[in-house]
C-alpha cells in the first residue's frame, strides 16, 4: 500500500527543505546524471514557500549570464553554496512541464541560461 501524506505534513516537510537549503543555496543545471554542470544560479535567501504540497521557488526568472560548459540539460539539484551538500537531487528539467524550467535546454558555454520557473512537489 502507498504512504500517503497529509498536506499539512507535506508542506512541513517542503518547509523544512527551505531550512535546510539556508540562505545561501544554489541550483545547478547538468547533462544527464549531472556528469556536466552547466550552469549555477544562486536562489533568494529564503529559497521559496510550501503550499498545497509545493514547494515554489522565489524570484524566477533568474539567470546564469555566463554558462559553464555546452551540453543539453538533463537534470538538476539544489545545494548549499558552502559545503556543497545535496539538499535536492533528481530534479526534472525541461521548457514546460518539469520541475525546474528553461528558456531552452540546449546551452552553450558563456550563453546566458534563464530559469523561468522552479517547483518541487511532494509525492
Known amino acids: 500500500m ?6 499539512a505534513v507535506k508542506n512541513a516537510r517542503l518547509t523544512a527543505v527551505v531550512t535546510a537549503i ?8 547538468g547533462t544527464t546524471g ?9 536562489l533568494n535567501s529564503t529559497a521559496g514557500t510550501a503550499a498545497s504540497g509545493v514547494l515554489t521557488f522565489s524570484g524566477f526568472p533568474k539567470s546564469d549570464t ?7 540539460a538533463a537534470a538538476a539539484r539544489i545545494r548549499t553554496a558552502t559545503g556543497g551538500t545535496d539538499i535536492i537531487t533528481g530534479l ?5 512541464a518539469s520541475d525546474i524550467n528553461l528558456d531552452s535546454v ?17 509525492a
Open 66 to 72: 555566463s554558462a559553464d560548459a555546452t551540453g543539453t
Open 2 to 7: 502507498a504512504v500517503t501524506y497529509t498536506t
Open 22 to 29: 539556508g540562505s545561501t543555496g544554489v541550483l545547478e543545471i
Open 106 to 122: 540546449s546551452i552553450t558555454i558563456g550563453q546566458t541560461v534563464t530559469i523561468t520557473s522552479a517547483t518541487v512537489t511532494h
Open 34 to 42: 549531472m556528469a556536466s554542470i552547466l550552469a549555477t544560479i544562486a
Open 92 to 96: 526534472t528539467v525541461g521548457t514546460s
